[in-house]
């Protein structure tokens, strides 16, 4: 508006003083009749104006754009020509040379300029439409100029064809569009075969003035930078015309899109050649996909994570009609000489170490130094200075059953193990060359069931307090995406991005519900076999309490849950992915890789495994490096290299402490190289050295931060347990059938989940317009892109490897636990 008057008032004055100028001379106003398609050669002073006069029929059904070229053949102006556009609804007006402004405020002289005129729509079926191109200028030299006015036959896009046509930072172009009946959605694609230069697609509402230029392009409307390709998804709901423009903006300079940054002027005034910046495009509209597809999108992934309820409600009634079946085979068998093996008194010093105290101050030297043997008065003393201790060792196995099952609110680790020689009788056991999980299992179940169910109350708590900051912030990241339409936010798949309310890419959302699912499936899953265990526990089953693997479903708790908030999170970080949410996708990936390699761990070290505190806290510290290598680690070679170094020696630190089961000092390091002698475990080395050689090569794969990221966690999740079942094999061991099929289907689906990974449909690492390079078209039902099928596939994969970690000691479940190997 102000624009508008100020021109109005500017031709009022001019034609009210009759011609006469500032200094009092008079200008002769010259107006002609033109014509379309014929150019114009002309020369402008200040003491002349002209005036082109042209009119034009339009039509409502039918819309023809008009474009004004304008060519100033003079050089090195003292001032710049004007040109006012005059229409029935609106002013343009603009200056030759025109001079659009870069970064730093760099000007770029453009002597070829070439706008096309808004054209609102009218109410009439036909009317003739009248405007005006004013010409002047302040400069006393004159000036020659070529002016020329033509239609644009193809104005009017259409659905489903492409148009080609050419634009520069002086020449914007733009066009129409109008929803056909029927159509809610459409895709505005718009692609190039030149990288450079950069421009911007822009999508705005019918309405003048138009805006074109580099530097006003951004004020209305939604706009996204590209160099090869671009594309937007427009709602019919957003413009009550039922029609908008698609604007495309070759812009001046191209750091946006990832391009060299030009040289500094040296004076402030010092004009730049901008050189040829003319890029050849093309657009295409195409109908968006229907409410049919978001339908059968959602109930195809509701469906695929169903049939695994189904299938595992199928496989548990299977379980227990053989579990029936059998217990009436063992009624029909004839009674057994004898129903269980005898029970003798716990054997010293295993039980005296758990529940007798003992003053080591009294006991010989010999017995305190090495802490294998104990003088007949040290343990006459300690059996006098406690009540009930050899009461405790004629109790029967029907007692010891009922006391495992009391209250665990009364047991606190600190009333065990606390016999001075505790740190000696490590000593003894652990550095024993051959270990059994008897060795490793000398704590009470009720000690251990406490210590292991505090891993899944924090990390519900940690998942409370972490996903309700990142819900609110993801929420106004979508807003202020909305709000400024500015597409250069979010790095989405644009080609595979539909958006349902106030999302833009609902399917990536979507496809995040199978880890919800599925982690919830795993935990009941894991519940069903706590109440089996428990059950089994209460009625004294000889199985339960002194074969396989002793089970403690704390864990399995936590990993159930971990899945799920991963998805929550997956979802969260979908909602507009960039580099400053990043940590949201990968911070639960790295806690369920902790998660596992603690359960893998905890298996045959139950009584060494990590507290639930330090394992957070690591898991912490190992978030809080995977955020510096977002923030700083971008192209920053130096931090990957000091990273790298770092993790190499925290693998090496853990591996020293798992191969010597934390008994270890520098000086028995030293000892040993200085010895040059071989390693006494044999198998736990060449486990630890596969394990290290899959870390150390994860580090090794330069300037790809992300993938580097994510495949940490990913790797240890799938690899270490490979590594694990080799060494079960080697030892003898055998895998059931339901181990072995979920350790194939595993294996399968991380293949390939991989594959999908490795697409790459977009990535923060680089700029929007560069993401915008590696958008494909949705693959699956026309809803699901890659990256979606990775989540699909990478959920049941996780699930796959969870049910591996349940199931691959099954097989140990009847062996005495004095039998079972440790590696």
Known sequence: LFSLSATLLWLCVTQLACGTGAVGETKNVVQKDAEFDVTYNDTVTSE????????????????????????????????????????????????????????????????????????????????????????????????????????????????????????????????????????????????????????????????????????????????????????????????????????????????????????????????????????????????????????????????????FYLLTFLVACMENKRSVIAKKNEKLQPLRTSTAPSVSPPQFPFHLNLYCRVDFNRLPSSAADNGSTLSSEAITDSATSTDNNYGYMERSLDSVGRSRQESLSSVEEDDYDTLDDINSDKNIVRTKKFLCVSDLARKDKRVLSKKYQIYFWNIATIAVFYALPVIQLVITYQTVVNVTGNQDICYYNFLCAHPLGALSAFNNILSNLGYVMLGLLFLLIVLKRDIVHNRALVRNDLNALECGIPKHFGLFYAMGTALMMEGLLSACYHVCPNYTNFQFDTSFMYMIAGLCMLKLYQKRHPDINASAYTAYACLAAVIFFSVLGVVFGKGNTVFWIVFSVIHILATLLLSTQLYYMGRWRFGKITTCIRQCSGPMYIDRMVLLVMGNIVNWSLCLRPHREAERLRLLPVGHRHLQPLICFSVQLRSGERIQCLALVCILFTAVVWGFALYFFFQGLSTWQKTPAESREHNRDCILLSFFDDHDIWHFLSSIAMFGSFLVLLTMDDDLDTVQRDKIYVF
């Open 48 to 307: 002349n104006q002209t005036i082109y006069a042209f009119n034009h029929t339009v039509s409502r059904n039918k819309t023809e754009g008009v474009h004004v070229s304008v060519d100033v053949l003079s050089q090195g102006l003292e001032s710049p020509i004007l040109f006012v556009v005059r229409q029935k609804q609106a002013v343009l007006s603009f200056q030759v040379p025109l001079i659009l402004r870069g970064l730093y405020q760099r000007k770029y002289p453009y002597n070829h300029v070439g706008r096309t005129l808004c054209q609102p729509p009218t109410r009439a079926a036909s009317e003739t439409q009248y405007f005006f191109v004013d010409v002047s200028t302040l400069s006393s030299q004159g000036t020659n100029y070529q002016l020329r006015v033509s239609r644009v036959e193809s104005f009017t896009l259409q659905t489903d064809k492409k148009f080609t046509f050419t634009a520069s930072p002086s020449q914007p172009q733009y066009f129409k569009y109008v929803f056909p009946d029927g159509v809610d959605t459409v895709i505005v694609k718009v692609n190039s075969d030149m990288n450079f230069p950069c421009s911007v697609m822009s999508i705005q509402d019918i309405q003048c003035p138009v805006y074109d230029l580099d530097n006003n392009v951004a004020f209305i409307g939604m706009y996204q930078t590209m160099t090869k390709k671009g594309a937007i998804t427009v709602q019919r709901k957003d413009f009550p015309s039922n029609s908008f423009y698609v604007v495309v903006v070759v812009k001046t300079e191209d750091e946006a899109c990832g391009g060299p940054l030009r040289f500094y002027p040296l004076r402030p005034d010092e004009l730049i050649d901008a050189g040829n910046r003319t890029k050849i495009l093309d657009v295409m509209v195409s109908p968006a996909i229907d409410s049919k597809v978001y339908v059968m999108g959602m109930l195809f992934c509701l469906g695929i994570f169903f049939s």
